[in-house]
């Protein structure tokens, strides 16, 4: 009975869970749309959409979180269900990956129209308050926008490190949080297993005779060759 009840919410729970990683992909090409002609500031609709990736993210996690303490809970897993709780934490993180990445370009994209903006306002500034010789507008343009990009592509650059440092330290935790759950699920297999300690103790204490027993035929070996020569 407990089993039935355990894959009945395990199936529920991963139901909702595909349900989210579709909703969560229709989003994404929804949000990645508002890269082309932005307005200065985030609109109404754009604040909802990346407001609904968010909650959508942290509701995904939530629930592998709750698949990962029904596996726990079962004194022996299933390896299809462990399978699908994997795949279903790997897609996770590429979309928390790509939710990262599309902000940057929205982001990136918005700064420089607002750049080309400030450019525009400030040469006609420039013009209207200069009273010297007129200059060619042209290498005015020029030199302006040189000095914005460079500004931008430092900005841009700093971004980038960051991004990667946050998704390096983001991959570092799910794989250490993967190992010891493997290493958890081994101990506790090989804890209900009667003598499968013993077993492996004696395997790796064969295989440490065996590997001295090379070592001493390798040396013995050289030497013979040295004193032959």
């Given at each position: ?19 989210l990683e ?54 022996v897993s299933s390896a ?150």
């Amino acid at each position: 009975m407990t089993d039935f009840t355990s894959y009945a919410s395990f199936g529920q729970l991963r139901s909702q869970a595909r349900q989210l990683e579709s909703q969560t992909e229709s989003l994404f090409l929804t949000y990645s749309s508002f890269s082309q002609n932005l307005p200065p500031t985030p609109t109404e609709e754009e604040n909802r959409v990346v407001k609904d990736l968010e909650e959508k993210l942290a509701k995904r996690e939530e629930i592998l979180n709750t698949l990962s303490r029904i596996l726990d809970s079962e004194q022996v897993s299933s390896a299809t269900k462990l399978h699908h709780l994997q795949r279903h934490k790997e897609i996770l993180v590429e979309h928390q990956k790509e939710f990262t990445r599309l902000k940057g370009v929205v982001e990136y994209e918005r700064q420089h129209a607002n750049l080309l903006s400030s450019v525009r306002n400030d040469i006609d500034t420039f013009r209207s308050s200069s009273s010297s010789a007129p200059v060619d507008p042209r290498r005015e343009a020029d030199y302006m926008l040189n000095e914005r990009t460079r500004i931008d592509r430092s900005n841009s650059m700093v971004d980038n490190i960051l991004s990667q440092a946050y998704a390096t330290r983001e991959e570092f935790g799910r794989q250490r949080q993967v190992l010891m759950n493997i290493q958890r699920r081994v101990t506790s297999t090989a804890s209900r297993i009667p003598g499968l300690n013993t077993l492996i103790a004696k395997i790796n204490t064969r295989k440490k005779r065996d590997s001295l027993i090379i070592a001493t035929l390798v040396s013995v070996c050289i030497l013979f060759l040295f004193f032959l020569r």
